[in-house]
């Protein structure tokens, strides 16, 4: 295949198109539970084994105390803490742009979990939205087979300015 470089497709704003592709290996190492947990319907983070704070991602070892930390499975339910939404993202990303992440917050966690929000217009998020997590049906083994929807199926807009 020919390499090709970025076209410029317009510049006010500044618009390009560029070719994004790679392959490659990756061990998940002391992450695979997390991985593999998402293939089963589960969220699990981390608890440290001596003070007792529990991570929404996956750590070997306690960023508070330096104990090492055990799986902890977290709900399925939180609610938005903040979020963006984004207009250009990676290649996963591409047929979803513009796509909204979100920061959740879980009971019993003192962390946020980063995820993407579907089923909701970007205009009808709002802090504090219950939210619940969605698995791939088919899993990749990738973060992006969770994801969360509204809790709500029809949570209310926010106020006119």
Request: proline share 10%; charged share 20%; hydrophobic share 35%.
């Given at each position: 295949?020919?390499?090709k ?54 750590r ?42 979100i ?56 106020p006119?300015?």
């Amino acid at each position: 295949m020919a390499e090709k470089g970025t076209v410029v497709l317009g510049v006010d704003p500044l618009v390009i198109q560029d070719h994004y592709e790679i392959d490659y290996r990756h061990s998940y190492a002391e992450d695979s539970p997390f991985f593999v947990g998402l293939s089963k319907g589960k969220l699990l983070g981390s608890r440290c084994t001596k003070c007792g704070y529990v991570y929404a991602t996956p750590r070997s070892h306690c960023m508070e105390c330096g104990a090492p930390t055990a799986w902890h499975e977290l709900p399925l339910r939180g609610s938005i803490h903040t979020f963006t939404t984004c207009h250009y993202g990676g290649e996963a990303f591409l047929k979803e742009t513009p796509f909204t992440l979100i920061l959740v917050e879980f009971d019993g966690a003192n962390t946020l979990f980063l995820s993407r929000l579907k089923g909701i217009k970007p205009e009808a998020v709002r802090i504090g939205l219950p939210v619940a997590a969605r698995f791939a049906k088919m899993p990749s083994f990738k973060v992006t087979d969770v994801w969360f929807e509204p809790a709500d199926p029809h949570p209310p807009l926010p106020p006119a300015p």
